[in-house]
C-alpha cells in the first residue's frame, strides 16, 4: 500500500511560497515550486487547487501569473492543509462487507471505526499545533545543521 503523500507535497509548497515571502509579495509559478519538490508542475498545480479553494493560497492568472499565500504562513495550520488536500480518512474499511455471520466480521467495523476515530482525532489536533512558519523555521534550522561542518574528532 503506497503512502499518500499529498500532505507533504502541500506543506513543502506552502513552506517555499513562506520562504518566498519574507523577500517579496510575488506570486510564484508552479514550476519553480515543482522545481524544489522535485516533481511534476501538474503535481504542483493540483494541491494548488485544493489550498485555493480552502483560501489558503491566491492565485493570478495572466501576465505575472502564479500563487502565493492568501495569509500569512503563522496562521495557517497544517490541519487547515490537510483538510484541504487529503481525499480520504486514514484508514478505511474493506470495500467488501465482511461475513456479519461470523463472530469476527459482524463486530469488526464498528470495533475499528472506534479506534479510527480516535487516530483521526489525534492527527488533526497534532496537526493543529504546528503552523506553515513554524514548519519553515524547522526547514531552515535543518539545513543550516546540514551544512555545518561536524568538529574533527581528536586522533590522540
Excluded at 480518512?89 to 475499528?112: D, E, K, M, T
Amino acid at each position: 500500500m503506497a503512502a499518500n503523500s499529498r500532505l507533504t507535497v502541500a506543506a513543502h509548497a506552502l513552506a517555499w511560497m513562506a520562504l518566498v515571502r519574507r523577500n517579496s509579495d510575488e506570486y510564484v509559478t508552479s514550476e519553480r515550486i515543482a522545481a524544489s519538490v522535485n516533481t511534476n508542475p501538474v503535481v504542483i498545480r493540483r494541491a494548488i487547487g485544493r489550498l485555493r479553494d480552502a483560501g489558503i493560497v491566491e492565485v493570478q492568472r495572466g501576465a505575472g501569473a502564479g500563487c502565493r499565500l492568501a495569509r500569512p504562513p503563522e496562521s495557517i495550520t497544517l490541519r487547515e492543509v490537510y483538510d484541504a488536500v487529503a481525499d480520504e480518512p486514514l484508514f478505511g474499511f474493506h470495500a467488501r462487507r465482511p461475513n456479519q455471520g461470523c463472530p469476527v466480521g459482524g463486530g469488526i467495523q464498528p470495533a475499528l471505526a472506534k479506534v479510527y476515530d480516535g487516530v483521526d482525532a489525534a492527527v488533526r489536533a497534532e496537526l493543529a499545533r504546528t503552523t506553515i512558519a513554524d514548519l519553515l523555521i524547522d526547514v531552515l534550522a535543518s539545513a543550516w545543521r546540514s551544512t555545518v561542518a561536524e568538529p574533527a574528532s581528536d586522533p590522540a
